[in-house]
């Protein structure tokens, strides 16, 4: 009966929180360079129908993101972190990995929401990096190592760490894509060398949409 009594009001109050079932999820870059100490954050709108909650069919088809991958110029290559399936649960993922959440995402809707604090994110959840070594030129895009950051950017960057939280509002403002990478606009240029790599490999069908995402 008090199971029972627990999913019945745990069901009222995702019901009461069905039109705000959405949060910013940040993102953040920990660099050391040879100038300091530079944060570099990603946001990203996510947000999902509770209703998939309840049918038990939640999964990463019904979360929905919305916004710009970070594209950044670090000192001439420029720096991006593509979208990928773990975009929008990279929060849960780091409360599960520490565990401060249940084994399922509903059930924890409302931790996601609040955890403002911002998690460290395990190695594995990490997110592919990329880099434009030639801003002018869409054949340069290479993968990067996050170990040896300084193999694309120079001596004296290296990825110290990533963290990841949930906001109700969006980080700050960033430069946009077509001001670091002036060939963006042109539709017609493909990404990359058109290579085809070893299955699973980030660089493999790279697409625009995996650097900008539309709200649906």
């Given at each position: 009966m008090a199971v029972?009594?627990?999913?019945?009001?745990?069901l009222l109050a995702l019901t009461a929180c069905a039109s705000s079932a959405a949060w910013y999820e940040v993102m953040t870059l920990h660099l050391s360079t040879n100038d300091g100490p530079v944060a570099l954050s990603q946001s990203v709108a996510v947000s999902f129908d509770p209703a998939q909650v309840w049918a038990g069919a939640l999964d990463s088809d019904d979360v929905q993101i919305a916004g710009r991958a970070l594209v950044v110029s670090l000192g001439g290559?420029?720096?991006?972190?593509p979208f990928d399936d773990r975009t929008g649960w990279?929060?849960?993922?780091?409360?599960?990995?520490?565990?401060?959440?249940d084994?399922?995402?509903?059930?924890?809707?409302q931790g996601v929401m609040a955890q403002e604090e911002a998690l460290p994110l395990p190695r594995d959840l990490w997110p592919a990096l990329?880099?434009?070594t030639d801003p002018h030129d869409a054949v340069s895009l290479v993968l990067v190592d996050p170990t040896d950051m300084a193999a694309v950017f120079g001596q004296g960057m290296m990825l110290e760490r990533i963290t990841v939280q949930a906001r109700q509002e969006p980080a700050a403002p960033t430069t946009p894509i077509?001001?670091?990478l002036p060939w963006w606009g042109d539709a017609n240029v493909p990404l990359g060398d058109g290579i085809r790599r070893?299955?699973?490999?980030?660089?493999n069908g790279l697409r625009r949409r995996d650097?900008?995402?539309?709200a649906s």
């Open positions: 029972r009594a627990t999913l019945g009001a745990w290559p420029v720096l991006a972190v990279r929060v849960w993922r780091a409360r599960y990995a520490l565990r401060l959440t084994t399922t995402m509903g059930a924890d809707l990329v880099a434009f077509s001001a670091l070893s299955y699973g490999h980030p660089l650097f900008v995402r539309e």
